[in-house]
């Protein structure tokens, strides 16, 4: 019987070192992975960029935020006057050219 028991249990043992590793390795690849920087993206901070998507109806220059390691939020960006980005479109440098 304690036979027995230490046959489960040895298979049991065996069964969670596979399956840590295995999950080990699935992480590793994951960050091996890493999408390119796209072109045309702007720097805003560690591993943080803006990138152009176009254009507006009106003219104005759209831009997404891009991470290869953090998360992003989903919306549309406009370049203000001092360079910054905003979310608000009524702030947004759209007449001038430089957005």
């Not at 046959?7 to 065996?14: D, E, G, P, Q």
């Not at 920087?37 to 220059?61: F, H, N, R, S, W």
């Not at 759209?62 to 953090?70: D, H, I, V």
Request: net charge negative.
């Amino acid at each position: 019987m304690w036979l027995e028991t230490l046959n489960a249990l040895a298979r049991s043992v065996f069964i969670a070192l596979v399956l840590t590793l295995a999950a080990c390795e699935g992480n590793a690849m994951a960050e091996k992975q890493s999408p390119p920087v796209p072109e045309g993206a702007i720097k805003v901070g560690d591993d943080l960029y803006q990138v152009p998507v176009g254009t507006d109806a009106g003219g104005c220059m759209q831009y997404r935020m891009f991470s290869q390691t953090k998360a992003v939020v989903a919306a549309i960006f406009y370049r203000a006057p001092s360079g910054e980005f905003t979310m608000d479109r009524s702030r947004a440098d759209c007449g001038t050219g430089s957005n």
